[in-house]
């Protein structure tokens, strides 16, 4: 069974940049999208974007077009979330999850999840 | 922003059946299969129905999934406290290039 294990907390300034780590394993990693889905405190949750790893090309939300950055390293089955330009609107818990088909990064469902990393944007 | 409609608050006391709606539009569930999350206090995620009404292996067949035209539910048969948690309706949306949209969410209280 695929399990993803990520970063640990972040405390981050404004302004700055934060990148956050998913490492798989137990399973098959370059086939299947990782996508990155945030809450923030006390909120819902929102998809940011995701990557197929064998392929290496990302899709994002509109919304965070232009300030985010996910990558994949097959080497290390590691997927990885960069968000810059930090506000204090951006403190929340990131989650990867796994999306449930092959070789799709638009289709299908989020199974299994990360545990969260918290990132923290205060001055 | 959330595209997807849930009613913010459901509640029942032990062994009632709970309905959660989940209503969005022709370029999400309208043209996408509904998945289910399930979230525990202070825990991640968890996937509880995929493809509008199929459990994951683990899943109590208490929980089941219906989608008809733009709206999906989620129904809780047999309610258990330890179903008090979060639900969160999910489609892909067609817009804007295709990407994931989450309903509002709903909080299950067990009385």
């Known amino acids: 069974q695929v399990q993803l294990v990520q970063s640990g907390a972040e405390v981050k300034k404004p302004g700055s940049s934060v990148k956050v780590s998913c490492k798989a394993s137990?399973?098959?990693?370059?086939?299947?999208?990782i996508s990155w889905v945030r809450q923030a405190p006390g909120q819902g949750l929102e998809w940011m974007g995701g990557?197929?790893?064998?392929?290496?090309?990302?899709n994002y939300a509109q919304k965070f077009q232009g300030r985010v950055t996910i990558t994949a390293d097959e080497s290390t089955s590691t997927a990885y979330m960069e968000l810059s330009s930090l506000r204090s609107e951006d403190t929340a818990v990131y989650y990867c999850a796994r999306n449930g088909f092959k070789y799709s990064s638009s289709s299908g469902w989020f199974d299994p999840w990360g545990q969260g990393t918290l990132v923290t944007v205060s001055s | 922003q959330s595209v997807l409609t849930q009613p913010p608050s459901a509640s029942g006391t032990p062994g009632q059946r709970v309905t959660i709606s989940c209503s969005g539009s022709?370029?999400?569930?309208?043209?996408?299969?509904v998945n289910w999350y399930q979230q525990l206090p202070g825990t991640a995620p968890k996937l509880l129905i995929y493809s509008n009404n199929q459990r994951p292996s683990g899943v109590p067949d208490r929980f089941s999934g219906s989608k008809s035209g733009t709206s999906a539910s989620l129904a809780i048969s047999g309610l258990q406290s330890e179903d008090e948690a979060d639900y969160y309706c999910a489609a892909w949306d067609d817009s804007l290039n295709g990407h994931y949209v989450f309903g509002t969410g709903t909080k299950v209280t067990v009385l």
């Open positions: 990557i197929i790893p064998i392929f290496g090309t990302a």
């Open positions: 022709s370029s999400n569930i309208g043209s996408n299969t």
């Open positions: 137990g399973g098959t990693f370059s086939s299947y999208a």
